[in-house]
Nanobody, 131 residues
């Protein structure tokens, strides 16, 4: 049984930082891309960042230079360091694991980052940024 469990969410002021973590079990994540998505109230879920099996990262334009995704294959964990957060980034953040090794960052750069590329999801962790 595959499980992804996020932690690290919370409340911060605008300009603050948070670090999200995701622990994966029942799944050998090292061969697959892993990613973070977020969903704000009333909005669609959007991809934030991914890191593939070659440990190369892909970021949505809105977070480039502020967010850093990383993974520890030995511990089967994924992290997202978020700096200089804005109130518009208040959302529930989800950890996800790709459904196919074919979905690498070169694929995401060419075709975009979509929910259907990811087979396994965590329950999410809330991030609230106040102004």
């Amino acid at each position: 049984q595959v499980q992804l469990v996020e932690s690290g969410g919370g409340s911060v002021q605008s300009g603050g930082s948070l670090r999200l973590s995701c622990v994966v079990s029942g799944y050998t994540a090292s061969s697959y891309s892993m990613g973070w998505f977020r969903q704000a109230p009333g909005k669609e879920r959007e991809g934030v960042a991914t890191i593939d099996s070659d440990v190369t990262a892909y970021y949505a334009d809105s977070v480039k230079g502020r967010f850093t995704i990383s993974r520890d294959n030995a511990k089967n964990t994924l992290s997202l360091q978020m700096n200089n957060l804005t109130p518009e980034e208040t959302a529930k953040y989800y950890c996800a694991a790709a459904s196919n090794p074919y979905y690498s960052n070169s694929y995401f750069r060419q075709f975009g980052l979509r929910e259907w590329q990811f087979a396994y999801w965590g329950q999410g962790t809330q991030v609230t940024v106040s102004s």
